[in-house]
C-alpha cells in the first residue's frame, strides 16, 4: 500500500509540473496571436476612437509584458476568476460551469457505449480469431478508425434528423424553451446522436486492443492448463480471459479522453451541441481569449484526470503492484 | 522444404511491394490530378444547381451548380498535399528531437520527455485550434498546427529505440573495440532508426490528414471557398436541411478512402521493412 | 500381471500440418507410432531428451493439441476408447495434468480459487491444502507470491482435487533444488501408492529411476524401450535397445560416454527404424520399420535386439 501511495503522490507532482506548463503554453500561444483581442472586443466594423481603445487596452492590461500578464492571469485564476468572455459578454466560470455538465455527460455517454461495445466486439472476435465475424470486425475497426468524427455526425444527422425526423437537427434543447423547462426526455432526445456518433470513433481502439489481448492470452500457459482442467472456452474466457485483459482496457479506455475530448469538439459543433467543444472553436474563431483559455485548461484537466486514474486503477487493480514481492 | 519456405516469403513480399506501390500510383495521381486539374471544371454553373448524381455529374453537384466530383478531388489533393506536408515537418521534428534526447541524456532528455507529456496531455483538437489561433488562421497555421501535435509519439519510438541500440551489448562491446561514436551512429544507429521513422512518418499521413480535415471542417485555417475537403464538408453542414445527401457523402467517402489507403501503405511498409513485427 | 491397464495408448502418431507453397502441405511427424500404458498403482516415466515432443504427448492424451494438429491410433482409458468426447468428460477430473511450474496459473487469479477450478468446492480445497501442509492463509495469495515447494504443493493440489485415477506429470521439476525435486516426486510416489496411475513425462533420468516403476524410453517421437526401473539398476546388459544402453553409458555415474549424433527432425525423419542412422549395431533389417515387441519382460522396438 505505501509503494501504491508513493506512486500516486509523484504521478501527483509530475502532473502539477505538467499543468503548470500547459497553462504557461496555452497562454502564451494565445497572447502571441495577431489577432487583436479590442478589435475582436469592439467589431471590426465599430468606430471606437483611438482613446477608448487605449483605454481598454489599459484595462485589460494589454501593455504589459507578457511574463507579468501571465501571472496576473494566473493569480485571478487560483482566485477562480477566469475573466469575461468576450463573444458571450459573461464570465468565462460561468459559460464554463454551464457548459462542462452538457459536455461531461456527451462524453461519458459515448466513452462508456464505445468502452463497452469495444470490449465486447473485441473479446468475442478474439475468441473466434480467423472465423468470418472476426474477419467483419477487423475490416469494421479498420474503417471505422479511418473515419472522421465529423463525417460519421454528418451521416447521422443525414440519416436520422433530416430523412428520417427521428432527431432534431441541432441544440441539446428544443429552440425557445427555457433551460429549466426542458424535460429529461427531451434532453436525451437531443443527446443521442451526438454520443453515437462520439462512440463509434471509440470502439476501434479498444476493440482491436482487446482483441489481441484475448489472442495472446489464449496461448498463454495458464490457459492450455485451465483447459486441461476441464474448462470450456467460454469458461476460459469468462474465467481468465476477461481478467487478464481488463486491466489494460480500462487503463487504455481512461487514457483515450484526450481523443475523446478532441472528437467532442468536432461533435459538437456538427450537432450544435452546447458544450465546450463548440464553445471552443467559436471561441476560437471569433477571438474570444479568456473563453478559449478557460476552455484548453478544462480539456487539459480532462486528460489529466483520466491519465491519472489510468495510473492509479493500474496499480489497485493488479495484484501484482498492489501486494508486491514474496511472501513464502 | 528450405527451398519452399524461401519461394512463398519471397511470394509475400512481391505481393506486398506491388499493393504498396499500386497504392502510391492511386494517391500520386489524385494529388497531381487536383494541382494540374482547371478550376473551370468545379467552377458554379447556374444552369447546374442541385443536381443529384448521374454521369455528367458522378458526385452531383452544389447549390452554385458546382460539379462536386472535381470539387472533391481538388479537395482530396489540398487534403493530401497539406497533410503530407505537415506529418514530414512533425516527423523530422520527432527524429531531431528524439536523437537528441537519446544521445545527449540528462536534463536535455528530461526537457524533451517533459515537452513530449505536455503535449501529449493537450487533447489534439485543442492544441490545433490553439496553433492555429495564434498563427492568425490561413493555411500556415494548418501546417503549423499539425506539424506541432504529431511529434510526441513518434520522438518517444525513436527515442526509445536509440536508447536500445546504445545499450545493446554488441554495440558497448563495438565501442570498446575502438569503433567511434559516428561510426557507431552509421553502422548501428542508424540502420535501426531508419526504419521506424520511415514506418512513423508514413503512419503520421493519415493522422495528419484527418485532422487538417478536422480543423478547415471547423472554419479553422483555410478562407471559406477553397475546396479543402473539410470546408466542403462543413458547407454540406449549412446546407444539411435540404437534403442533399450527395454533398454529404461522397467528399466523405473519397477522405475516408484516401485515409484508409495511406493506413493500408503504412502496413505494407512495415511488413516490407520490419517483418518481426509484422503478424501473420 | 494383476492390475489393470488404466491408460494404454497404441500405436499413436501427432503430426502438423505446415503450409508450404499454395497448396502443397508438409507432414510434421512429432510423435510417431507410440505404445505405452500405464497401470494403476504405479509410476511410468516417459523419458527422453528434451525437444523430442514429450509434452505433446501429455496433450494428446488430454485432448488439447492444437488444431493444426493431426492425431492417429488409439487410446484406451480403463479399457474404454477415449476419443475427444471422452477427453472432454474426463479432463480435469479422472485424467489430471500437474503442469511444469507456476506460470501454469493464472496470474490474476487467487490460488484458492484456481485449486477449486471450475466446479470444485471450498471444502474439498481445505482438505488438499491440509493433506500438503499448505496453510490457511495460501489460498489467498497469487501465483507469483509462492514460494518454489509451495508452488509444487499448489500444482499437485489442483490435480488431487478432482480425484483423479491418471495423473500426468510434465516435466514436474525443473530448475528446483535437489530437496524440493524429491519431494515433489515423494507426492507423485504416495499418490502411486494410493492406486493413481502415474506417467511422469522428464528429460531426467536419474530421478525417474530412483521413484518411477517402470521407464519408456522416448527417441524421436516414439517408444524405443519400455523397462523396468530395475533393469537399469542391474546393468547394461539387462537393457534391450541399442539407444537405452547408450542412455546408461550416458550417465555420469556409468562412463559419460556421450552420444553420437542427434535426433532427427521431425519433418525429416528415416524411413526405416528411427535410430538407423546413429545406431552401431545397423544392419538391413533396420530399413524396414520395427514394432513393439515383449522381449525379457520388457517391450523393445528393435529389430535387432535380443
Known amino acids: 500500500m505505501n509503494q501504491l501511495l508513493k506512486q500516486a503522490i509523484s504521478t501527483l ?162 429552440i425557445g424553451k427555457l433551460s429549466s423547462e426542458v424535460t429529461l426526455l427531451e434532453r436525451v432526445h437531443h443527446l443521442i446522436l451526438p454520443a453515437f456518433t462520439l462512440s463509434i470513433t471509440g470502439i476501434s481502439g479498444i476493440a482491436l486492443h482487446t482483441r489481441q489481448k484475448i489472442i495472446d492470452v489464449l496461448k498463454m500457459d495458464y490457459v492450455l492448463f485451465a483447459k486441461a482442467r476441464g474448462e470450456s472456452k467460454w469458461t476460459l474466457i469468462r474465467r481468465h480471459g476477461l481478467r487478464n485483459i481488463a486491466i489494460p482496457a480500462i487503463t487504455l479506455q481512461f487514457a483515450s479522453i484526450s481523443e475523446l475530448f478532441g472528437g467532442s469538439v468536432l461533435a459538437e459543433n456538427v450537432f450544435s451541441y452546447p458544450g465546450l467543444g463548440s464553445a471552443a472553436s467559436a471561441a476560437g474563431l471569433k477571438g474570444d481569449v479568456p473563453l478559449l483559455l478557460g476552455i484548453a485548461l478544462c480539456s487539459v484537466l480532462f486528460v489529466f484526470a483520466g491519465n491519472l486514474i489510468a495510473n492509479l486503477l493500474y496499480g489497485i487493480l493488479n495484484p501484482q503492484i498492489r501486494e508486491g514481492g514474496k511472501l513464502g | 522444404m528450405k527451398n519452399l519456405r524461401m519461394n512463398s516469403k519471397l511470394n509475400r513480399r512481391t505481393k506486398t511491394v506491388v499493393l504498396a506501390g499500386v497504392i502510391i500510383l492511386l494517391l500520386v495521381s489524385i494529388s497531381i490530378f487536383g494541382i494540374v486539374m482547371s478550376p473551370e471544371l468545379y467552377a458554379p454553373d447556374y444552369s447546374a444547381k442541385k443536381m443529384v448524381p448521374s454521369f455528367t455529374h458522378p458526385f452531383g453537384t452544389d447549390y452554385l451548380g458546382r460539379d462536386m466530383f472535381f470539387r472533391s478531388m481538388k479537395g482530396l489533393s489540398t487534403s493530401i498535399l497539406i497533410g503530407m506536408l505537415a506529418a514530414t515537418v512533425s516527423a523530422f521534428m520527432a527524429l531531431a528531437l528524439g536523437l537528441l534526447a537519446a544521445t545527449a541524456g540528462g536534463w536535455v532528455d528530461k526537457v524533451v520527455s517533459y515537452f513530449v507529456d505536455l503535449f501529449m496531455g493537450v487533447p489534439h483538437m485543442v492544441l490545433l485550434m490553439l496553433i492555429s489561433f495564434m498563427l492568425g488562421g490561413g493555411l500556415k497555421g494548418v501546417i503549423i498546427g499539425v506539424a506541432v501535435t504529431h511529434w510526441p509519439n ?107 489507403l495511406f493506413d493500408k501503405l503504412g502496413e505494407q511498409i512495415k511488413l516490407l521493412m520490419d517483418p518481426g513485427s509484422a503478424q501473420e | 500381471m494383476s492390475t489393470a491397464n488404466i491408460l494404454d495408448v497404441r500405436n499413436l502418431s501427432v503430426s502438423f500440418l505446415m503450409y508450404g507453397r499454395g497448396l502443397e502441405q508438409k507432414e510434421l511427424n512429432v510423435i510417431s507410432d507410440l505404445s505405452v500404458a500405464v497401470k494403476e498403482g504405479e509410476i511410468l516415466a516417459v523419458a527422453g531428451s528434451s525437444g523430442s515432443g514429450k509434452s505433446l504427448l501429455a496433450n ?46 493464472d496470474p490474476l487469479m487467487k490460488v484458492g480459487q484456481q485449486v477449486i477450478g471450475a466446479d470444485g468446492c471450498r471444502e474439498k480445497q481445505e482438505a488438499v491444502f491440509k493433506k500438503y501442509g499448505l496453510a490457511d492463509f495460501v489460498k489467498k495469495l497469487y501465483p507469483f507470491q509462492l514460494s518454489g515447494g509451495m508452488a509444487r504443493r499448489v500444482l499437485v493440489s489442483t490435480a488431487v482435487i478432482g480425484d483423479a485415477k491418471l495423473i500426468i506429470a510434465d516435466e514436474p521439476t525443473p530448475g528446483l533444488s535437489k530437496e524440493i525435486a524429491q519431494t515433489a516426486m515423494g507426492h507423485f510416489r504416495s499418490l502411486a501408492d494410493e492406486g493413481c496411475a502415474v506417467m511422469l513425462i522428464t528429460h531426467d533420468l536419474d530421478l525417474a529411476l530412483a521413484y518411477a516403476d517402470r521407464i519408456a524410453v522416448f527417441y524421436a517421437g516414439t517408444t524405443v524401450e519400455i523397462a523396468a526401473a530395475k533393469d537399469f539398476r542391474a546393468g547394461v546388459d539387462a537393457l534391450r535397445h541399442p539407444y537405452t544402453k547408450a542412455l546408461w553409458r550416458a550417465m555420469p555415474h556409468n562412463g559419460f560416454q556421450p552420444i553420437e549424433g542427434s535426433q532427427p527432425y521431425a519433418g525429416d525423419l528415416p524411413k526405416g527404424c528411427l535410430f538407423a542412422p546413429r545406431c552401431p549395431q545397423r544392419t538391413e533389417a533396420c530399413e524396414e520399420k520395427p514394432s513393439m515387441r515383449p522381449l525379457r519382460g520388457g517391450e523393445v522396438c528393435c529389430s535387432n535386439a535380443t
Not at chain 1, 470490449?119 to 465475424?133: D, H, R, Y
Not at chain 2, 453542414?237 to 484508409?260: D, E, N
Request: with cysteine; glycine share 8%.
Open chain 3, 60 to 105: 494428446a492424451i488430454l485432448g488439447i493439441l492444437p488444431s493444426n494438429a493431426r492425431v492417429k491410433g488409439e487410446m484406451l482409458y480403463c479399457g474404454k476408447k477415449l476419443d475427444s468426447k471422452q477427453q472432454q468428460r474426463l479432463r480435469g477430473k479422472e485424467i489430471a495434468l500437474v503442469p511444469q511450474s507456476v506460470g501454469y496459473l
Open chain 2, 154 to 260: 513518434l520522438t518517444r519510438i525513436i527515442r526509445g529505440e536509440v536508447m536500445q541500440v546504445r545499450n545493446a551489448q554488441y554495440v558497448k562491446a563495438s565501442r570498446k573495440f575502438g569503433t567511434s561514436k559516428l561510426q557507431v551512429a552509421l553502422r548501428h544507429i542508424v540502420p535501426h532508426v531508419l526504419p521506424q521513422f520511415i514506418i512513423g512518418l508514413i503512419l503520421l499521413f493519415p493522422h495528419a490528414i484527418l485532422h487538417e480535415a478536422g480543423l478547415t471542417f471547423l472554419g479553422f485555417g483555410l478562407p471559406i471557398d477553397a475546396p479543402a475537403i473539410g470546408i466542403i464538408l462543413s458547407e454540406a453542414l449549412k446546407h444539411i436541411a435540404t437534403g442533399m445527401w450527395w454533398l454529404v457523402f461522397f467528399p466523405g467517402v473519397m477522405l475516408v478512402i484516401v485515409v484508409m
Open chain 1, 13 to 174: 507532482i509530475r502532473m502539477v509540473l505538467l499543468l503548470v506548463g500547459v497553462s504557461m503554453v496555452t497562454f502564451l500561444l494565445v497572447i502571441s496571436s495577431p489577432i487583436d483581442p479590442i478589435d475582436a472586443y469592439v467589431g471590426a466594423e465599430s468606430n471606437v476612437s483611438q482613446e477608448q481603445r487605449d483605454n481598454i487596452a489599459e484595462y485589460w492590461g494589454l501593455n504589459n509584458p507578457p511574463v507579468e500578464r501571465y501571472f496576473t492571469w494566473l493569480s485571478n485564476l487560483i482566485k477562480g476568476d477566469m475573466g469575461t468572455s468576450i463573444s458571450y459578454q459573461k464570465p468565462v466560470t460561468e459559460i464554463l460551469g454551464s457548459r462542462f455538465l452538457a459536455s461531461l455527460t456527451l462524453m461519458a455517454v459515448a466513452w462508456l457505449l464505445s468502452g463497452i461495445f469495444g470490449f465486447l466486439l473485441g473479446v468475442m472476435s478474439g475468441a473466434m480469431q480467423g472465423s468470418i465475424f472476426d474477419k467483419c470486425v477487423k475490416a469494421l475497426c479498420f474503417v471505422l478508425s479511418s473515419t472522421p468524427t465529423f463525417w460519421i455526425g454528418l451521416l447521422f444527422l443525414m440519416l436520422f434528423s433530416v430523412v428520417l425526423g427521428w432527431f432534431p437537427i441541432g441544440l441539446s434543447v428544443p
